[in-house]
């Protein structure tokens, strides 16, 4: 059995979970899970957790993602993607200097409040939002501030003209945020409808585009067996949280998961990593009723136990 971190490069054309389903029969194995899904037409980066990793996938969700993704401006679509029907066409001949597009992606930097779409898998009253808009329904939706950490224009045009006009944009931004509600609000600041016409995301959490394998690459990889050298440990999901290796004094509260006192580092972090022979053992975090105090939150198998 396979344990780690499986960088994938999910491709055009299929869900997150036809990923797991695939993999479940290349790599003969039952416990292994995605990170969050990505649209069937977008292509990008989604590390899949096997074995024991699954218990940190959550982590992994919640880490920034990086993308590439294609503004159109001059049309909405119902979607707010390529995918939706159009709902308003603008065919008049557009301008823009460079400058006016820079300035916009100035604004749209840093945090930011967006409207979920209502083709999205926000449940609202215990529903999701696309199921409202198969039924033609629009309900109210609630507003979430996501971050936008830098927001770069890759096209290098000094004037973009046209009755539709497109340019690629590079995102760094915080779990949920919607890229095609950002193209929209792109749009927005411009004067114009506007939709996202494709998306490729190149980073989720530490995991980037050059780790990657495809479908078809793990395939090959498992029948030469040479997997195992693409799999990641478990410590490099777990990288953006300072970590211990435990001692002496510590040993015994922490293999039995007590509550142990806080940690100076838990000040500043969410998270506190506890490593045995510098591989993750447990996962500590503030104790919410008992003040100074630290209490579990995952333990990990050592190679020992596994």
């Known amino acids: 059995m396979y344990e780690g971190i499986l960088p994938l490069w999910k491709e055009k054309g299929m869900t997150s979970h036809d990923c797991i389903f695939k993999l479940r029969k290349i790599l003969k194995m039952k416990r292994i899970g995605h990170t969050g899904t990505l649209d069937p037409n ?155 016409s494709s998306l490729v995301r190149t980073a989720s959490g530490n995991f980037t585009k050059e780790q990657c394998l495809t479908l078809a690459e793990v395939q090959n990889a498992v029948e030469n067996g040479l997997l195992k050298e693409t799999i990641l440990p478990l410590k490099h999901a777990l990288a953006s949280w300072p970590s211990i290796e435990i001692v002496d004094e510590t040993r015994k509260s922490i293999t039995n998961g007590q509550v142990v006192e806080r940690d100076p580092l838990l000040e500043t972090n969410e998270k506190i990593i506890y490593t045995l022979d510098s591989n993750p053992f447990a996962v500590y975090i503030n104790h919410p009723t008992k003040s100074g105090m630290m209490k579990l939150e995952k333990m990990f198998a050592t190679e020992k136990g596994e």
Do not use: W
């Open 42 to 196: 977008v292509e990008g980066v989604l590390p899949i957790c096997l074995g024991q990793a699954t218990k940190v996938s959550e982590y992994i969700m919640n880490e920034g993602k990086s993308y590439v993704a294609t503004v159109s401006i001059g049309s909405s679509t119902t979607t707010e993607d390529a995918d939706g029907e159009v709902v308003n066409q603008d065919d008049t001949n557009k301008s823009f200097s460079r400058q006016q597009i820079l300035d916009v992606l100035k604004q749209l930097t840093g945090e930011i409040t967006q409207t979920p779409p209502m083709y999205s898998a926000v449940k609202v009253n215990g529903k999701k939002l696309y199921e409202y808009a198969r039924e033609g329904k629009e309900v109210e939706r609630p507003s979430r501030i996501v971050t936008i950490y830098n927001l770069d224009l890759l096209d290098e045009a000094t004037v973009f003209t046209g009755e539709n006009v497109t340019f690629s944009i590079e995102i760094g931004c915080s779990k949920g945020t919607y890229i095609r509600t950002l193209a929209v609000q792109i749009g927005e600041l411009l004067g114009f409808p506007a939709h996202m």
